[in-house]
């Protein structure tokens, strides 16, 4: 079996534990849901390092550095809001 | 990739999971968010050693430009993040997510993009498999970029109502059979040709636009919620280019279950998410014109404060419903005010939230948890409506659509079918309003007009205030 079809082969599993993971969830949590799972597809930072490393004219170098600080405020953004959101569930317990 | 580095994008993999896992239970959320972070962080120091290759390789030799502008970038965009994250009101959360969201998307089109002319320039070429998967990042990455930005702006208010067009279909089918045009040429073809590969990216900008520009802005949620998958669905078609295995399960993960909570979402409104999507939803409101006609001939009874404070304080049982005036109001402080000044005075006091009241899912149930507002008085929509009957005052406050009897009364309404908290059902409705505007969704209420429904008039907080003053006084 080759490296490409299983990379594919988790692919397709992480499709479905995608949709597993959350089938129930209180629509209370959709948003905080929607924010945190926002921060992790901010994991595009290490693309935009990957690539930015591998740049050879200014152009790509130019581009490249956009897509790290894109990727980077999505990252830190998107957990920091979230952490935020939560942060008011969790003092109303008092 | 060395075995270690495999193993801690396995870690970060499993933080991953688990922090989602978590995230659907209010009691672990916040423990999820944090492990998922850890995954993050896990996942970026990893991949430190794999970073250049060739002479640009940092651990073979070392510092170069890039790497000073990727830590510049890096701190750049932390700034950015935390700014936007701790400077943004709860009110505008939902903006917030929208923003960054979109600017995920545009760096994994970026990177797609400096992928395939790298790849367009060097000897190895590009195979139709990845050209395939750049060209899907692109396409996915940027048009959720832009469409971000339109669906950020409409909740801002900048155009939020939905803009149509005759032959707007047309033309959006036109743009999307050009961008796949292309796709096929640049696949099939497995060609380098960098221009055609600028009008794809450019056109699937103009795509982003066009598709969210028809949609309103009561929508906009289920739009971001929408684009959040995509974004996840491109970061993993990046992962496969730039073969990253963290970012492929990353990414799926988040294309997988964002396209579930859309779905959820969707089904708390009771609409396909086609109709959300093509219904362009505002172009309905000219056919409910029957709605606001029945309504026109009738009359709304206004209250004073003081009135609807006599009528708070000698209930028995009372249920609030918040919605979007409310976040607009600040008013979260004054609610809970009164909330807690009825309970003194043995009035049982329950809040009643609609799965969407506000722009998002859970936004009513935030604002109230910043204000104290106890868990054990928030009920779901589910839980409150049969008990409506015995409920003597429902005060609404800022809330419309979500209280809209057309949803239950008028076929020809576009809300029609969609659950509602049954508002009218109450012995007394008392309605907190700015004005006699439309809702989001455009249409009349019926319930302003009911028999047992008064209208007090003004802005949500300023009214509580006079609430609060009044149901002290008496």
Redesign the interface.
């Known amino acids: 079996m080759s490296t490409?079809i299983l990379?594919f082969f988790?692919?397709v599993l992480?499709?479905?534990?995608?949709?597993e993971?959350?089938?129930?969830?209180?629509?209370?949590?959709?948003?905080?849901?929607?924010?945190?799972?926002?921060?992790?597809?901010?994991?595009?930072?290490?693309?935009?390092?990957?690539?930015?490393?591998?740049?050879?004219n200014t152009?790509?170098?130019a581009?490249?550095?956009?897509?790290?600080?894109?990727?980077?405020?999505?990252?830190?953004?998107?957990?920091?809001?979230?952490?935020?959101?939560?942060?008011?569930?969790?003092?109303?317990?008092? | 990739m060395s075995s270690s580095i495999a193993l801690t994008y396995i870690a970060a993999a499993v933080l991953?999971?688990l922090?989602?896992?978590f995230?659907?239970?209010?009691k672990t959320?916040?423990y999820?968010?944090?492990l998922?972070?850890f995954g993050?962080l896990i996942?970026?120091v990893a991949?430190i050693p794999?970073?250049?290759?060739g002479e640009?390789s940092?651990l073979k030799h070392g510092w170069n430009?890039?790497?000073t502008?990727?830590v510049?970038?890096?701190?750049?965009?932390?700034i950015?993040?935390?700014i936007?994250?701790?400077s943004?009101k709860?009110t505008a959360?939902?903006q917030?997510?929208a923003?960054?969201?979109g600017?995920?998307g545009?760096?994994?089109a970026?990177?797609a993009?400096?992928?395939f002319?790298?790849r367009a320039n060097s000897p190895e070429g590009i195979t139709t498999?990845f050209a395939t998967t750049m060209l899907f990042a692109t396409l996915i990455g940027s048009l959720s970029f832009s469409g971000s930005i339109i669906a950020f702006l409409k909740l801002e208010g900048k155009f939020e109502k939905p803009h149509t067009f005759p032959g707007q279909n047309v033309l959006n089918g036109l743009i999307l059979a050009v961008i796949l045009g292309l796709c096929v040429y640049l696949t099939g073809w497995v060609t380098t040709n960098t221009t055609a590969f600028i009008v794809m990216f450019l056109l699937a900008l103009v795509f982003g636009v066009a598709m969210v520009m028809p949609i309103g802005g009561a929508d906009m949620?289920v739009v971001?919620?929408l684009l959040?998958s995509f974004?996840?669905l491109?970061?993993?078609a990046?992962?496969?280019t730039?073969?990253?295995?963290?970012?492929?399960?990353?990414?799926?993960?988040?294309?997988?279950?964002?396209?579930?909570?859309t779905l959820?979402?969707c089904q708390?409104m009771n609409r396909p998410v086609t109709n959300v999507l093509f219904g362009a939803f505002g172009s309905t409101t000219s056919g409910s014109g029957a709605a606001g006609g029945d309504a026109a001939g009738k009359t709304v009874k206004p209250i004073q404060a003081d009135e609807a404070a006599l009528l708070l304080s000698y209930a028995q049982q009372v249920v609030i419903v918040p919605g979007y005036g409310m976040a607009v109001a600040q008013a979260q402080h004054q609610v809970r005010e009164l909330s807690d000044e009825l309970g003194k005075r043995g009035v049982e006091v329950r809040f009643a939230?609609h799965?969407v009241a506000g722009r998002?899912?859970?936004?009513m149930?935030?604002l109230?948890?910043?204000a104290?507002?106890?868990?054990d008085q928030?009920c779901?929509m589910e839980a409150i409506n049969p008990t409506m009957d015995r409920v003597d005052v429902c005060l609404v406050i800022g809330a419309n659509d979500v209280v809209n009897p057309a949803a239950r009364e008028d076929k020809s309404s576009p809300i029609y079918g969609m659950p509602i908290i049954e508002a009218d059902h109450a012995k007394t409705v008392i309605v907190m309003k700015r004005s006699m505007a439309a809702g989001f969704a455009g249409i009349e209420n019926l319930l302003f007009y009911k028999d047992n429904t008064r209208m007090l008039f003004g802005d949500a907080k300023a009214s509580l205030t006079a609430l609060v003053a009044a149901v002290k006084a008496s």
């Not at chain 1, 992480?14 to 949709?19: C, M, N, P, R």
């Not at chain 2, 998002?360 to 936004?363: L, S, T, V």
Request: charged share 10%; net charge positive.
């Open positions: 490409e990379v988790i692919f992480s499709i479905f534990l995608g949709f993971l959350i089938s129930r969830v209180p629509s209370m949590l959709h948003t905080p849901l929607m924010s945190g799972t926002n921060a992790i597809h901010g994991i595009i930072l290490l693309g935009g390092m990957l690539v930015l490393a591998d740049a050879h152009l790509t170098t581009l490249g550095f956009v897509a790290v600080v894109f990727g980077s405020a999505n990252v830190f953004g998107g957990f920091m809001v979230t952490d935020r959101m939560l942060q008011m569930f969790k003092k109303k317990k008092k | 991953f999971i922090g989602i896992k995230l659907s239970s209010p959320a916040r999820g968010n944090l998922a972070a993050m996942a970026l991949t794999l970073l250049g290759t640009t940092l430009l890039s790497y502008l990727m510049v970038g890096i701190v750049i965009g932390l950015i993040g935390a936007g994250a701790y943004v709860m959360m939902p917030m997510v923003a960054f969201n600017l995920g545009g760096s994994a970026l990177v993009s400096l992928e002319l790298r498999f949620p971001i919620s959040n974004t996840g491109a970061v993993a990046d992962g496969f730039i073969s990253n295995i963290s970012m492929i399960v990353a990414g799926t993960l988040v294309g997988s279950s964002g396209t579930l909570l959820l979402m708390a939230i799965p998002m899912p859970g936004h149930n935030v109230l948890a910043e104290n507002v106890p868990y928030l779901e």
